[in-house]
């Protein structure tokens, strides 16, 4: 699955937490407040895979873009180039190393994939996710999304927030691999045309339509 491969991260926090956790339905309503009020989101990031055993497997360096509705734009740097856009409808994966273009149509699971809680609907929170949250000191705030649903693309997610700004997600997967997303040069709501999120790539590329 596609999806899986971009969205692997974890890490161990190493904060004195005062810890307050709240219930499902208050936290997922705040969580929904919070990412609600980003139109657009713009970072760097570094992408770090952790295996079962510990041991770190993998650091991706890239870009990400989110708008709403809907449009969403990663990239990834050398060795392992990938870019990946969605436009609401479908989502293009090009591997340049495979010489590949892969499309899936935006069903109902690859839409509730983490990085699409930048730009699709955070109205129904509670209904696909048990959210859980906590404070750490008075600006930070951690929330942990476990899905609901048995065929979900990962275990658990969270997402901490500094004052308001979200600059780490953390993932847990079926294959027991833990990975992070750290952000860095973080802008938000600032004007992206929507032209920034198409994608370009060869015309001599195979292009593979995924099943729906």
């Known amino acids: 699955m596609v999806l899986k491969s971009i969205w692997i991260w974890s890490l161990a926090f190493a904060l004195a937490a005062t810890t307050a956790a709240a219930g499902g339905g208050n936290s997922a309503e705040r969580l929904a407040e919070e990412l609600r009020s980003y139109r657009t989101f713009q970072a760097d990031f570094v992408q770090t895979v952790i295996d079962a ?3 770190k ?3 991706a360096r890239g870009t990400l873009k989110a708008k709403r509705p809907g449009l969403f734009y990663w990239k990834t740097e050398e060795p392992m180039r990938q870019f990946i856009s969605a436009d609401g409808d479908r989502v293009t994966v090009y591997d340049p190393d ?3 273009v892969t499309i899936h149509p935006m069903d109902e699971q690859v ?4 990085a699409l809680l930048l730009s699709g609907e955070v109205e129904n ?3 696909t996710y048990d959210v859980t949250s906590r404070s750490f ?4 705030r951690e929330y942990t999304l476990v ?3 048995e065929d979900s693309l990962f275990l658990a997610l969270t997402l901490t927030f500094y004052d308001g700004e979200l600059q780490e997600m953390r993932l847990e997967d079926s294959l027991e691999q833990r990975s992070v997303l750290n952000f860095d040069n973080i802008r938000i ?3 992206i045309p929507d032209s920034a999120f198409e994608l370009e790539y060869p015309d001599t590329v195979d292009v593979i339509q995924g099943a729906g």
Do not use: F, M, R
């Open 98 to 100: 495979l010489e590949q």
């Open 57 to 59: 497997v993998q650091e």
């Open 125 to 127: 929170l509670a209904a």
């Open 111 to 114: 839409a509730g994939t983490p």
């Open 147 to 149: 899905p609901k649903s």
């Open 137 to 140: 000191g008075e600006k930070t």
């Open 189 to 191: 709501n600032e004007e």
């Open 53 to 55: 055993q510990g041991a």
